[in-house]
C-alpha cells in the first residue's frame, strides 16, 4: 500500500535506466529494491556499495533539488564526525525515464535496524546513543539557529497539528489521557540552551546496530541546529526506563531539557499513528509503544 496519496511510483527497470544513463561508470551494477519502513524516499541498492534515493511525493523540481543539495551539505558536514558511520553523499541525479524528479546516490551502511524489541533493554546501545548525541552537539553551529522549519524550535508552535492529531486519533487511541498530557507539555517553556547541532530524526529506522552496538545512522540530512533537546526523542523510541537514564545521565540533561525531549517525542508519535496506520503499519504500532512509554514515563 502507498505510504502517501498519489504517491510517485518508480520501477527496479527505470532505476537501471537512470542509473545506466546517468553514471555510465555504474552502468553494470546490479539495482535492487530496498523494502525500507521509510516515509520519504524510495530506496533501491546501486551494486554492494552505494544507494539511492527517491522522492516518493510530487513537488517542484527545483525545490526538491534545493532539498537535496541542502541534505547532502548536511551529510558532508556530518562525515566523520560521529564515533559511527554515517551515509556519503556521492551524486546527484536528475529527473527522467518518466521519473519527474531529481534524486541522490549515497554510500550503503550495512547493519540492522534498531527497533524498541532488540534495544531496549541494552546498557550499550544506550550509552552508543548518547556518544552519537554527543557528537552532533559538539558540531560548531558556526552561528546557526534554528530555521522556523519543522520540529526544533518552540513546541507550542505545533499545537494546531496536535490537535487535529488527537482529533484524527479518536478511535485509534485512548485520546483523553493524551490531550492532558499534550496540554502539559505546551505549556514546557523553551528554556535558556542554546541552539546545537541535531540530527533531527532519530527514529528507530535510522539507526542501524550489530548485536547491542549501534554501527551507523542513516538519514542525516537534516542535520541542524535546533533545539538540544530533539534528538531526546530517541530515548523513548528505542530505550526502557533503565536506559533513558543511563542516557539522560551520560547527557547529563536537566529536568527542563528533558521534559522538552520528551515532548518532542510526542509530537512525532502522535503525527505517526494515525497517518501512518494503514500505509504504514510498522511505523504507526512503534509510535503507539512510544506513546506508551511517554505516558508511563515517571
Not at 138 to 162: E, K, P, V, Y
Amino acid at each position: 500500500m502507498d505510504v502517501h496519496p498519489e504517491q510517485l511510483l518508480i520501477s527496479e527497470l527505470t532505476v537501471q535506466t537512470l542509473v545506466s544513463t546517468q553514471f555510465p561508470q555504474w552502468r553494470h551494477a546490479e539495482v535492487r529494491p530496498i523494502k525500507s519502513p521509510g516515509t520519504v524516499n524510495a530506496i533501491f541498492r546501486i551494486g554492494d556499495h552505494l544507494v539511492a534515493r527517491f522522492p516518493l511525493e510530487l513537488d517542484d523540481v527545483a525545490v526538491v533539488r534545493e532539498r537535496l543539495e541542502v541534505e547532502v551539505a548536511a551529510a558532508s558536514e556530518l562525515l566523520g564526525r560521529s564515533p559511527f558511520a554515517t551515509p556519503e553523499p556521492i551524486a546527484l541525479g536528475a529527473a527522467g525515464c518518466g521519473y519527474p524528479l531529481p534524486w541522490s546516490i549515497y554510500s550503503w551502511l550495512p547493519g540492522q535496524m534498531a527497533t524498541a524489541d532488540n534495544v531496549s533493554e541494552s546498557v550499550s546501545f544506550a550509552l552508543d546513543l548518547a556518544s552519537f548525541i554527543e557528537a552532533v552537539r559538539a558540531i560548531d553551529t558556526d552561528g546557526r539557529t534554528f530555521d522556523g522549519n519543522g520540529r526544533g524550535g518552540d513546541i507550542l508552535a505545533h499545537d494546531d497539528w496536535m490537535q487535529q492529531c488527537l482529533t484524527n486519533s479518536e478511535g485509534l487511541l485512548d485520546v483523553g489521557p493524551l490531550r492532558a498530557l499534550w496540554a502539559e507539555m505546551r505549556e514546557i517553556p523553551r528554556g535558556p540552551d542554546p541552539a546545537a547541532m541535531n540530527h533531527a530524526d532519530l527514529i528507530p529506522p535510522n539507526i542501524l546496530i550489530d548485536g547491542e552496538h549501534i554501527v551507523g545512522v542513516l538519514d542525516v540530512g537534516g542535520l541542524r541546529a535546533a533545539d538540544p533537546a530533539l534528538d531526546l526523542v530517541g530515548a523513548w523510541h528505542l530505550l526502557n526506563a533503565r536506559g533513558r537514564a543511563i542516557l539522560r545521565e551520560r547527557l547529563d540533561c536537566d529536568d527542563a531539557q528533558w521534559q522538552r525531549g520528551r515532548a518532542w517525542a510526542f509530537q512525532q508519535a502522535m503525527g505517526a499513528v494515525w497517518y501512518y496506520v494503514e500505509s504504514s503499519p510498522t511505523m504507526s504500532a512503534g509510535c503507539q509503544r512510544t506513546l506508551q512509554r511517554i505516558v508511563t514515563d515517571i
